[in-house]
């Protein structure tokens, strides 16, 4: 079971740069959420989507966007990066009902210079 | 809005060393609660959760009880292994219409052998 995959697991941009994240999950969930964890800062919802075609901002919305064209698919883009951006990148989804926990991704390290 | 109260650590254990690390939670109602571990270069995983009040959920050795009078649901292990340093994060699920989990701030155990 793949449950939740991030590509790639590791990048490294140069300021002004753009990339997009790639999430994909097999469970059929309907929820997806984009997370960053920074030191001392705990994991912060960058955005989230609800289901196929749909997307939500979070906490700390600025300098991303995101698109779920498919169900089963969430991708997170930095137009432009910034060093700011620098932090661990967490994908996760759930099944609606507050009762389910969240499956998460391993996470991209991304590093902006 | 919900906030989850969780110990800093550090802590520091010897192995087969008896854990508990306190989580407290202001919420309304009677949410599901929920423990995530994440070791070290991964993601976050479910490591339990309890659904209601009294209730105990257990994985991998590791307890918790969900306890409506303290509103708490503290992690407890009787004998913790090399293999469970980790970061441990207590939180509640998303409530109303804004999709976001509220996590604790985690807290890092190191057991040394």
């Known amino acids: 079971n793949a449950g939740v995959t991030q590509t790639p697991k590791f990048r490294v941009l140069k300021t002004g740069q753009s990339m997009t994240l790639l999430c994909a999950q097999d469970m059929n969930h309907e929820y997806m959420y984009w997370y960053r964890q920074d030191p001392g800062m705990g994991l912060r919802l960058i955005h989230y989507s609800v289901g196929e075609g749909t997307t939500a901002k979070g906490e700390v919305p600025d300098g991303y966007n995101v698109s779920r064209l498919k169900k089963q698919n969430f991708l997170l883009g930095l137009e432009s990066a910034a060093p700011s951006q620098t932090s661990v990148y967490f994908c996760?989804?759930?099944?609606?009902?507050?009762?389910?926990?969240?499956?998460f991704g391993s996470g991209t390290r991304l590093t902006v210079v | 809005g919900n906030s989850v109260t969780q110990m800093e650590g550090p802590v520091t254990l010897s192995e087969e060393a008896f854990l508990t690390i306190n989580c407290t939670y202001t919420?309304?109602?009677?949410?599901?609660l929920f423990w995530y571990v994440q070791y070290p270069g991964e993601g976050l995983q479910l490591l339990l959760k309890a659904t209601k009040a009294d209730d105990k959920g257990s994985n991998k050795g590791f307890e918790a009880t969900y306890r409506k009078e303290t509103t708490s649901f503290h992690l407890e292990k009787g004998s913790v292994q090399v293999s469970d340093s980790a970061v441990y994060f207590c939180a509640l699920p998303p409530s109303g219409g804004y999709q976001k989990v509220t996590f604790g701030i985690g807290t890092k155990l190191q057991v040394i052998p």
């Open positions: 919420a309304t109602g009677y949410p599901s």
């Open positions: 996760a989804s759930s099944q609606s009902g507050t009762s389910y926990g969240y499956t």
